[in-house]
């Protein structure tokens, strides 16, 4: 099995920044993708950012120039460092990391808070 352990949330104000950590250990033969989702109070889990095993970086509208989401393949470690945060980034993240076997499992991670106060 896979775990994912997740940290870096908090409360921030407006404009500032955090960094999210996810870290994966368990059976990984190796990672295809890895990402970031979440979800605000009273909405449905939407995704934010992916990241490929060749580097290729994805982002959703609402956050793209203000997030960065990166990979440690030594560490199984995915990132996303906040920068300029608003307080629609208020939510729930949650990692998502998707290993490769024979076929391809998707986990997540537990979710850490982010609030961002205006």
């Known amino acids: 099995q896979v775990q994912l352990v997740e940290s870096g949330g908090g409360l921030v104000q407006a404009g500032g920044s955090l960094r999210l950590s996810c870290a994966a250990s368990g059976s990984i033969p190796s990672i295809s993708a890895m990402g970031w989702h979440r979800q605000a109070p009273g909405k449905q889990r939407e995704w934010v950012a992916g990241i490929r095993g060749g580097g290729s970086t994805y982002y959703a509208d609402s956050v793209r120039g203000r997030f960065t989401i990166s990979r440690d393949d030594a560490k199984n470690t995915v990132y996303l460092q906040m920068n300029n945060l608003k307080s629609e980034d208020t939510a729930v993240y949650y990692c998502?990391?998707?290993?490769?076997?024979?076929?391809?499992?998707?986990?997540w991670g537990q979710g850490t808070q982010v609030t961002v106060s205006s």
């Open positions: 998502e990391v998707v290993v490769r076997r024979v076929s391809e499992a998707t986990y």
